[in-house]
């Protein structure tokens, strides 16, 4: 029986796949298996998965059924006890899961478990890890210490089998799945955290200032979580940053009432000056600083919103 099963859920992610699975068998902890669900791919990437030959490699090929359900079923047919998931354009470094191993050891308590990361954009990369004296700790709430650019990814993240069966998995049909479920999950249990860097996030051109989300029924994410909100200011302040992304994607594709709607619901307090002053920006002067934005990052030249992650 394998240590950790590790879940790829794959749809077209050819240019990125080979690199993705290389990187789980080159870990220097060996004892798992590796389970990818190819989900309705239309590229070549059944032809990458097929090109290694690895006992350990449990292929699955279904029809598209999105990726909350691909992660949901390689959870279900996982034999180990803790599950570490991967996106199949991510990365992990070879101490990622000998990293994760300890961590569950260390802190029996922890339902789940996440690591620093780095993400890679066009031309530099920059770390992202909680600025703490100790290798490692045990979180409460993590969303305390999330100031906007996210603590952890799925891709860095890992769970005990148990505990993500009982609480049913990642909702499907719904936009930021993956944030719901570790709020939802973050609200019943803690979790242990390392600041090591042990993933690098590589498709993610985006994800610092403004932030390409869906706009169709994304904001359920904030109607499940509003009663538990009312009576913990950290977790309306992390609702709130997502209040201040969504506003500003709304105002770039010139929703200015949907955008006014959901800055009404922001309490000042909760974002930054810089923040604040874009929220009350025209949509033309957002689309002018996006310009600016992308030009920078040609140059390699990083330009973030956010807080430093919270020790």
Do not use: C
Not at 3 to 22: E, F, G, Q, R
Not at 76 to 86: E, P, V, Y
């Amino acid at each position: 029986m394998p240590k950790i099963s590790v879940v790829i859920p794959v749809y077209n992610k050819a240019a990125y796949l080979k690199a993705t699975i290389k990187s789980v068998l080159s870990q220097d902890f060996q004892d798992f298996e590796l389970i990818l669900i190819n989900d309705g791919s239309t590229d070549h990437s059944m032809e990458i998965i097929h090109s290694f030959k690895d006992s350990r490699l449990k292929v699955i090929d279904q029809a598209n059924e999105g990726v909350s359900k691909a992660r949901n079923k390689g959870a279900q047919l996982a034999q180990a006890s803790i599950i570490a998931f991967l996106d199949a354009d991510d990365q992990w470094f070879k101490h990622h899961l000998s990293n994760i191993w300890q961590l569950q050891k260390k802190y029996p308590q922890a339902a789940f478990f996440a690591t620093a990361y780095q993400i890679q954009y066009k031309q530099y990369k920059r770390t992202f890890a909680l600025k703490i004296p100790e290798k490692d700790l045990l979180l409460s709430k993590f969303y305390h210490h999330d100031q906007g650019q996210a603590l952890f990814f799925v891709s860095n993240f890992a769970m005990r089998k148990n505990i993500f069966l009982k609480e049913n998995g990642f909702k499907t049909h719904i936009h930021a799945e993956d944030t719901e479920f570790f709020i939802r999950v973050s609200l019943k249990y803690p979790m242990a955290y390392s600041r090591e860097v042990t993933m690098l996030h590589i498709n993610a051109a985006e994800n610092s200032l403004f932030a390409q989300y869906k706009l169709a029924k994304k904001k359920r994410l904030l109607d499940f979580f509003k009663d538990q909100a009312r009576y913990d200011a950290d977790l309306k302040r992390y609702l709130d940053i997502h209040r201040f992304a969504w506003s500003i994607e709304y105002k770039l594709k010139n929703k200015n009432l949907e955008a006014k709607q959901l800055a009404a619901e922001i309490t000042p307090e909760n974002l930054n000056l810089k923040q604040k002053i874009l929220l009350r920006l025209p949509s033309g002067y957002l689309k002018l600083l996006k310009k600016i934005q992308l030009k920078l990052r040609e140059k390699g030249l990083g330009l973030f919103v956010y807080n430093p992650l919270k020790s």
